[in-house]
């Protein structure tokens, strides 16, 4: 299977931060136009109303000046003031009467002959502002309306002006997003530098080399990362030391204690206790003739020799818990704390609490708990001179937690692997199943152990 660390489809962060921030500009961009757009129609407007309301205002000076009798009526209406006054080009100003006798129209400024902003600049804008709009004002005195000033803007003015505004703020963003995406693009590639070191040693030890380590780095956060990728490099090498003594550990232990037990329990007892019996039973069978009175004692030997058997037979049986498959794990583990509490006389107390259903795990995981179960009370009863020791088993839907607590005499961790296999076994176990082994120490003494098991489907090995 292929690494994630050298998967050609996993993103760059340099490409990912770079695109992100383009991301952005761009729609900071977007909004900015958006923003110019507005506004340029938006001047536009109040432009073409002040000129209305300018012009306006000098048509109605003009109907007093006539009403006074210093005007001439038939200069009405005069452009002359506001073309000399205006400095809006690109305008175009009609009048019409009120009863449509005298109009007159006037432009200012001259209309565009180059288009120098792209068609579809043009049609969006007209879609979107509705450039040339007419702007009307009623011209009146003393209630009377004489008629009717149009004010319109030139459209292609408009637009000019907008899409000039709109490119220098296209070049000047431009620039600016490449200045900072440079800067960024810099700034990271420096910044991200002690990646490419720290991913080619998780290569290297990916491919078992846990001897590499990562050197110091000059930022503070990679220095946090590199001291913990050697830290994790350390506790793997020495878990990978752990297991391959316990490895050898078990197999000699398993092969020696396979071959004693086979052999003493079949050759000798289980040939001697039939002989036994089979004697006893003569004697019966002799005596039922011969001497009535010795008939009870050989039945009495039959029936010892018989029990004895049976007890040999449970012994066999002990290579893999017989209770369990009989009881159930709960029963069990009741049944092993009731046994270390009749065992301790008083001087130590082993309380068991189950919170779950124990018949929702899987067999492979009922047996690793009973055998860390009955791993750690016997390193209680044996080193820790504890008084009270809690067991508790918490089963939910996904993993079940085992903590075995104890005020015993441990104030520090300090253990190790050489004198025996007790806690080699239970993390041995834990690994296999793909667990959590956790160690504490509990104030002001004593150990705790907690044991975390995922519920997985785990097909058992056919035999």
């Known amino acids: 299977m292929q690494s994630p660390l050298s998967n050609p489809a996993t993103m760059n962060l340099q490409l990912h931060l770079l695109s992100r921030i383009t991301i952005v500009a761009l729609m900071c961009l977007i909004a900015a136009t958006a923003y110019v757009l507005y506004h340029s129609g938006r001047q536009a407007r109040q432009a073409a109303q002040i000129t209305a309301d300018s012009l306006g205002k000098q048509l109605e000076m003009q109907l007093f000046r006539i009403n006074a009798g210093v005007g001439q009526v038939n200069q009405f209406p005069d452009f002359d003031l506001w073309k000399q006054t205006a400095n809006t080009p690109g305008v175009c100003i009609r009048f019409v009467s009120a009863e449509n006798a005298i109009e007159r129209r006037l432009c200012n400024g001259t209309k565009l002959v180059d288009q120098n902003w792209p068609e579809s600049f043009e049609i969006l804008y007209r ?57 960024v693009f810099l700034s990271i590639s420096r910044a991200l530098r002690p990646a490419r070191i720290i991913v080619a040693g998780l290569e290297s030890m990916e491919k078992g080399n846990l001897a590499k380590r990562m050197p110091s780095f000059e930022l503070i956060e990679w220095q946090r990362t590199a001291a913990a990728i050697n830290q994790l490099a350390a506790s793997q090498q020495q878990l990978l030391a752990e297991r391959q003594k316990l490895a050898v550990k078990l197999i000699n232990l398993q092969e020696e204690e396979r071959r004693f037990l086979a052999r003493e329990l079949h050759d000798e007892f289980g040939q001697c206790l039939a002989a036994i019996n089979a004697v006893a039973a003569s004697i019966a069978q002799t005596a039922k003739q011969q001497c009535p009175a010795l008939v009870g004692d050989a039945d009495h030997i039959r029936r010892i020799t018989q029990h004895m058997l049976d007890n040999v037979r449970d012994l066999l049986k002990r290579l893999r818990p017989a209770e369990l498959d009989e009881l159930g794990l709960a029963a069990s583990l009741n049944s092993l704390v009731t046994g270390w509490n009749a065992r301790s006389a008083g001087k130590s107390r082993y309380q068991l609490d189950i919170v779950g259903d124990c018949t929702l795990l899987p067999e492979s995981l009922t047996v690793t708990l009973f055998r860390i179960t009955q791993e750690c009370l016997t390193n209680i009863a044996k080193h820790s001179a504890a008084a009270n020791a809690n067991i508790t088993l918490a089963i939910n839907s996904d993993a079940v937690t085992l903590t075995v607590e104890d005020d015993g005499s441990a104030t520090k961790l300090l253990f190790t692997g050489n004198s025996g296999i007790g806690l080699l076994g239970i993390r041995e176990r834990v690994t296999a199943l793909n667990g959590q082994l956790t160690l504490a120490i509990v104030q002001p003494h004593g150990l705790r152990i907690e044991v975390r098991l995922p519920i997985i489907s785990i097909t058992e090995p056919q035999a």
């Open 127 to 183: 879609c979107l502002l509705n450039p040339g709009f007419d702007i009307t004002r009623p011209i009146a005195f003393n209630g009377r309306v004489y008629g009717l000033l149009t004010v319109t803007p030139n459209a292609e003015m408009e637009i000019a002006q907008t899409w000039g505004n709109i490119r220098s703020l296209l070049g000047l963003s431009a620039m600016t997003v490449l200045a900072v995406c440079l800067l």
